[in-house]
């Protein structure tokens, strides 16, 4: 596991915010906080970030805000987020979150098992298709993929000993 890689914990109050880290400790990557979607953007900006757990209600810029604007930005666009709300169940806050493109939905109060296994997977698989999109960069600007051969057709028997002619 790439531990570089952090994960992103954004929530306006100081004891969810406390409560979220604890949780998240034990999945083997460093957990940094931010408290309001403005210091979340600029956090994710400046990169190393594989997921977020987001707070839906907060002043100035709200978790759905936030997670639109990520959605618009090439480089953050697959970015996976995981929206929290205390509000408790609320279908169209969902379905508009899902809209948007979150990765899950939670209505606390959460299963910290739970949370901790929904972030350590999409931690890893994030951090693995980043790194897989590199070595593939790398691999192509250096030509390391040949052009791809295309099949020649010849006149001769098919595979099932038909008889073709590669004019028609």
């Known amino acids: 596991m790439d531990t570089a890689w952090k994960i992103l914990v954004v929530d306006d109050r100081e004891d969810n915010l406390f409560a979220v880290e604890s949780v998240l400790r034990h999945v083997g990557r460093p957990v940094i906080c931010a408290r309001s979607g403005d210091e979340a953007l600029k956090t994710v900006m400046r990169g190393g ?7 839906v209600i907060m002043p100035q810029m709200d978790g759905l805000e ?8 090439d480089h953050t666009r697959d970015l996976p987020v995981i929206l929290m709300t205390g509000l408790g169940r609320d279908d169209d806050l969902a379905a508009r979150a899902y809209h948007l493109g979150v990765a899950d939905f939670l209505v606390k109060p959460v299963d910290p098992w739970a949370v901790r296994a929904k972030v350590r997977v ?12 590199r070595r593939l960069d790398a ?13 020649v057709q010849r006149d001769g028997p098919d595979d099932h000993g038909r008889v073709v002619n590669a004019a028609e």
């Open 66 to 73: 936030v997670l639109a604007y990520l959605k618009k930005l």
């Open 49 to 55: 970030i594989a997921v977020i757990v987001l707070d």
């Open 139 to 151: 691999a192509q600007s250096s030509g390391a993929f040949p052009e791809p051969r295309v099949p």
């Open 122 to 133: 999409l931690a890893d698989l994030y951090a693995d298709n980043q790194n897989l999109r």
